[in-house]
């Protein structure tokens, strides 16, 4: 089975930090990606990657980036962490036809 | 918006009672999928249907698809207890190479 492993379940920041997610799949996948999800508005897609050092830009990109150095490894970073970012954050990888597989989450939140 | 939008937003019924959801979605699509979210987890893979098909089964699920209405429905028959969960569709509506959520239904059920 595919494993997708986000780093940290709970996380609590200050505002104004810079903050890492780390998320790692055990599978050679070409697609990944950061959602954040929120009461009332579902998952929606921050940034998405298809290849090593290749990203895209979801629907929220705004105070988010990314970085992917390795197939393996798709980080999301907050730049200057803001309390509006609190939320539950998933990390996903494209198994085509079998769907995408999730991490457990990352719950942040921005004090 | 443009993602999948899925109706009941939420939904209680009896053990072994029928469970039916739907989704909607406003342009043309490749694929829709079908996730499950237990409460703070991350989501799992359900069912994917293309665009040129029609019903889909996996176990006590069943899955439809009506391209000319834009939507699609997830029965779940025999409903347990460890079925309450938030159900969400996915569509790729807006760009084939990724999937949009719609903001789940939450499936209450009663033992």
């Known amino acids: 089975d595919v494993k997708v492993t986000q780093s940290s379940r709970y996380l609590v920041k200050r505002t104004g930090e810079k903050v890492f997610l780390e998320c790692v799949q055990d599978m050679d996948h070409e697609n990944m990606f950061w959602y954040r999800q929120d009461p009332g508005l579902g998952l929606r897609l921050i940034y998405f990657?298809?290849?090593?050092?290749?990203?895209e830009k979801g629907d929220i990109p705004e105070g988010y980036s990314v970085s992917r150095e390795k197939k393996e490894r798709f980080s999301l970073i907050l730049e200057s962490a803001s309390t509006n970012q609190t939320s539950m954050y998933l990390c996903?990888?494209?198994?085509?036809?079998?769907?995408?597989?999730f991490g457990s989450g990352t719950r942040l939140t921005v004090v | 918006s443009q993602q999948g939008e899925e109706d009941p937003q939420a939904l209680s019924i009896q053990e072994g009672e029928n469970a039916t959801m739907n989704c909607s979605y406003k342009?043309?699509?490749?694929?829709l999928q079908w996730y499950r979210q237990n409460s703070g987890r991350g989501l799992v893979h359900l069912i994917l249907i293309r665009s040129n098909e029609r019903e889909k089964h996996s176990g006590r699920l069943r899955v439809t698809l009506d391209t000319s209405k834009k939507s699609s429905s997830l029965l779940i028959t025999a409903s347990r207890a460890a079925d309450t969960a938030s159900y969400f569709c996915a569509t790729d509506e807006r760009n084939f190479n990724k999937f949009y959520f719609g903001s789940g239904t939450k499936l209450n059920v009663k033992p």
């Open positions: 342009t043309s699509i490749n694929n």
């Open positions: 996903a990888s494209d198994r085509g036809d079998y769907g995408y597989t």
């Open positions: 990657s298809y290849d090593v050092k290749m990203k």
